[in-house]
């Protein structure tokens, strides 16, 4: 996965752009105001996914009004044969006994050629319908779509940012954050949510990490530099 590294004065992405208002870099700006702008940026996303039920239509808004991709389409790349157990936390959250059977994907969602997210999906294949089911084990189709028919609602069990462009007590320095580039790792933010279906019955834990190709758009890509 790529690390993409943002000069100094490369990022034109500011609050007024995410209201719909591109403006052209300002060769004045300083490194606060560009690791500002990144974090504007990442807390919208942020406030997206946590106020919509499914996490795959939110990404497919996301890729389309950022045109990462013709058509905006979010797929999911299953990776098969992959196991993990689900942590004993998140059974107790779905309410099955330690003897339930439990099923796993765990797939990348992409846009185009841009991967979003992986998530960790553990279910209850006997709270579905079996073509539902049949859907999931034979497919790579995104889990919320394939669910989509039970109305379900996301509850969200926490909401972790795993990199932010501001250290901590930056409101606090008069000076200038850092002067040198702005480097952003392959995964900035964690999402873990319970899916419920509309009769309140919970069917799915997911854990999903979010990556930098989130942000794989604009003009400004031109000053990104892959690193490792």
Same mark, same amino acid.
């Given at each position: 996965?790529?690390?993409?590294?943002?000069?100094?004065?490369?990022?034109?992405?500011?609050?007024?752009?995410?209201?719909?208002?591109?403006?052209?870099?300002?060769?004045?700006?300083?490194?606060? *105001?560009?690791?500002?702008?990144?974090?504007?940026? *990442?807390?919208?996303?942020?406030?997206?996914? /946590?106020?919509?039920?499914?996490?795959?239509?939110? *990404?497919?808004?996301?890729?389309?009004?950022?045109d990462l991709a013709r058509p905006a389409r979010v797929v999911a790349r299953r990776v098969r044969d992959a196991v993990k157990?689900?942590?004993?936390?998140?059974?107790?959250? *779905?309410?099955?006994? &330690?003897?339930?059977?439990? +099923?796993?994907?765990?797939?990348? $969602?992409?846009?185009?050629?841009?991967?979003?997210?992986?998530?960790?999906?553990?279910?209850?294949?006997?709270?579905? +319908?079996? &073509?539902?089911?049949r859907h999931l084990d034979t497919t790579d189709e995104p889990f919320g779509k394939v669910v989509k028919p039970l109305g379900?609602?996301?509850?969200?069990?926490?909401?972790? $940012?795993?990199?932010?462009?501001?250290?901590?007590?930056?409101?606090?320095?008069?000076?200038?954050?850092?002067?040198?580039? $702005?480097?952003?790792?392959? &995964?900035? /933010?964690?999402h873990e949510a319970i899916l419920y279906t509309s009769a309140q019955v919970p069917f799915s834990a997911v854990v999903e990490?979010?990556?930098?190709?989130?942000?794989?758009?604009?003009?400004?890509?031109?000053? /990104? +530099?892959?690193?490792?």
């Amino acid at each position: 996965m790529r690390v993409f590294t943002l000069s100094r004065f490369g990022v034109w992405i500011s609050v007024a752009t995410l209201a719909g208002c591109a403006l052209a870099p300002n060769a004045a700006s300083d490194d606060r *105001l560009v690791r500002t702008q990144a974090l504007a940026l *990442l807390q919208t996303m942020n406030a997206d996914l /946590l106020s919509h039920d499914s996490a795959t239509l939110t *990404l497919e808004r996301w890729c389309a009004d950022h045109d990462l991709a013709r058509p905006a389409r979010v797929v999911a790349r299953r990776v098969r044969d992959a196991v993990k157990p689900i942590p004993d936390d998140l059974r107790a959250q *779905l309410a099955v006994g &330690a003897t339930e059977p439990i +099923a796993y994907r765990h797939v990348q $969602l992409m846009c185009g050629e841009h991967v979003l997210s992986e998530a960790d999906n553990w279910y209850v294949p006997s709270r579905l +319908a079996a &073509a539902m089911n049949r859907h999931l084990d034979t497919t790579d189709e995104p889990f919320g779509k394939v669910v989509k028919p039970l109305g379900f609602q996301r509850r969200t069990l926490s909401a972790e $940012l795993l990199w932010s462009p501001l250290p901590s007590g930056w409101e606090m320095s008069v000076s200038t954050v850092d002067h040198g580039p $702005l480097s952003i790792p392959p &995964a900035v /933010l964690r999402h873990e949510a319970i899916l419920y279906t509309s009769a309140q019955v919970p069917f799915s834990a997911v854990v999903e990490t979010y990556t930098n190709q989130l942000f794989d758009f604009g003009s400004w890509v031109n000053n /990104l +530099a892959a690193g490792q």
